[in-house]
């Protein structure tokens, strides 16, 4: 049994995909982030950095926060979505590394720029804006010719896809990117994904674009 810290955010959404992907037991505890809940000292001591996600593993107590690591201990834990051949799984690895340095802060600044603090500065906005569009194209050009970020479906697509998920949040319209947009309606079909978007709580339905 996995004891799955989290909120509604793309990073609290990457853990309960994967728990359900790999049909992990788990269960969930609520961290309300926008009442503070994540500074609460009992939450500190799972999550030293006092943000979500984070998880404790009841097998051994092993703890643990970074929804990157995270992702990789529950590869290993079960032998899936990380491959063991030496080419793929560095390139799985390369490719959440991006995620977890590029596209979860940049977005993340874009959505506090141009979602909840929009007119208050420009340049950041324009800044933000601008990233996000470099990126979505970096995504744009590895998905070309491929289903997946690393061919088969791992740990890089889990982590990658629901900060996608936020792109209207982003002023991103998903038909300049086509490879993005079919990668990202095929993930969302996902069951698993479904499942896993609604984690603490139902928010609504994966956003699907026109
Ligand atoms: N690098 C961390 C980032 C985690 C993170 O930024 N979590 C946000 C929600 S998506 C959070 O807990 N924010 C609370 C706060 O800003 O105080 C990870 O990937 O786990």
Redesign the pocket.
Same mark, same amino acid.
């Given at each position: 049994m996995i004891d799955l810290y989290t909120?509604s955010? %793309? *990073? =609290?959404r990457k853990i309960s995909i994967a728990l359900e992907e790999l049909k992990l037991p788990y269960e969930v505890h609520p961290v309300n @982030?926008g009442k503070d809940e994540?500074f609460k000292p009992e939450f500190l001591a799972i999550s030293p950095n *006092?943000? @979500? %996600?984070a998880i404790v593993d009841r097998t051994d107590g092993t703890r643990m !926060?970074?929804? =990157?690591a995270i992702l990789i201990y529950l590869a290993e834990k079960t032998g899936e979505l990380l491959s063991y051949e030496k080419k793929k799984r560095f390139e799985t690895l390369e490719w959440l590394m991006w995620q !977890?340095g590029g596209i =979860?802060p940049m977005l =993340?600044q874009a959505h506090h720029f141009l979602k909840y603090n929009r007119g208050k500065a420009p340049y950041a906005e324009e800044r933000y804006a601008k990233e996000a569009k470099r990126l979505y194209g970096v995504l744009n050009r590895r998905l070309e010719g491929r289903e997946f970020i690393v061919d088969t479906y791992s740990i890089a697509d889990i982590a990658t896809w629901p900060w996608i998920s936020r792109f209207e949040w982003q002023d991103i319209d998903l038909n300049d990117f086509p490879n993005v947009k079919r990668w990202y309606v095929d993930i969302a079909k996902r069951p698993a994904v479904q499942k896993g978007y609604k984690v603490p709580k139902d928010v609504g339905d994966v956003p699907i674009p026109k």
């Open positions: 909120w955010t %793309p *990073n =609290g @982030i994540q *006092n943000r @979500i %996600p !926060m970074e929804s =990157g !977890m =979860g =993340g």
